[in-house]
């Protein structure tokens, strides 16, 4: 069985102390979820996720390795998936510039209402882990 091994992040930034997540909806399918992409050659997960980011957002991500989740799943032409996501603060007041080719929307959500707009319950579980790390990460 062929693996694909993929990277991105749980992108977030604080507005009154509480996290705005970054969710983008895929230009090709009703599709939401955080922004990722495949490992390309010799690349780290880290230097995937930085690199995706910055393809479908134009944001200037630091990556938090303190934090990482890995996904597992079999896709429909019968590959595997591997992916590893991580979190990432951007400031309050960042712009996002979309990849029009590959993005057709984006926002920004509270936890409960990005955890309703993730189109898969694994994406949900993953945010579920992030939004708790960041809630012990912020409180302390």
Request: no cysteine.
């Amino acid at each position: 069985m062929i693996t694909e091994n993929a990277s991105g992040a749980v992108v977030y930034r604080l507005k009154n102390n509480q996290p705005e997540y970054l969710l983008l909806k895929s230009a090709t399918s009703n599709f939401w979820g955080f922004p990722k992409g495949h490992v390309e050659g010799n690349e780290t997960a880290i230097e995937t996720a930085v690199r995706e980011i910055r393809e479908e957002t134009q944001l200037q991500a630091i990556i938090d390795p303190e934090f990482h989740a890995d996904l597992d799943y079999d896709m429909k032409n019968g590959h595997h998936k591997h992916v590893v996501l991580y979190t990432s603060q951007v400031p309050a007041d960042v712009t996002v510039t979309r990849q029009v080719e590959e993005i057709s929307e984006y926002g920004w959500f509270g936890y409960q209402t990005a955890r309703e707009t993730l189109s898969y319950d694994n994406l949900k579980g993953l945010l579920d882990q992030a939004n708790t790390y960041l809630e012990d990460t912020h409180a302390e």
